[in-house]
């Protein structure tokens, strides 16, 4: 059967990002979005997302590829400088965590970003209060 039209549920970021990507991935399909709100009546045109990889796939492979994939698909908005289009913009971000190194360790975002790095000691001095945090990452991630 061949598939000519889809419903995507929602008109936010997620139910348009969604609209788009089956647009692309399948050619001549028509796409009709429903939602009891559009913009800009909508929590995505205030809230912000960061990109921090968290989900896990079924399989490492797959773990890596989705992370890829959709590091790319940002950072190609990203390289375009709009971001009062795209909705994209570079986000430095500190992760701090007094107990454990492995709250601060993202491996894919390692591979991913332009900046990963641990933290100085006067960067985990920055989290009040001072001396609190003793394990930390610096990294340029996106927002959007």
Not at 40 to 46: K, R
Not at 74 to 94: M, Q
Request: hydrophobic share 40%; net charge negative.
């Amino acid at each position: 059967m061949v598939v000519t039209s889809v419903g995507v549920v929602g008109a936010g970021v997620v139910g348009l990002t969604t609209a788009v990507k089956i647009q692309q991935q399948i050619p001549g399909v028509e796409v009709t979005l429903i939602a009891e709100k559009f913009s800009p009546d909508l929590t995505s045109d205030v809230a912000a997302g960061i990109f921090l990889w968290g989900p896990k796939a079924p399989d490492a492979t797959t773990d890596v590829q989705w992370a890829c994939d959709s590091w790319q698909w940002f950072d190609n908005l990203l390289s375009e400088a709009r971001p009062w289009e795209t909705g994209v913009s570079k986000l430095p971000t500190y992760l701090f965590s007094s107990h454990s190194k492995d709250l601060v360790e993202r491996k894919l975002m390692e591979r991913l970003t332009p900046v990963y790095r641990d933290c100085t000691e006067a960067e985990l001095d920055l989290a009040q209060p001072a001396g609190k945090y003793k394990f930390g990452k610096y990294i340029h991630t996106v927002q959007m």
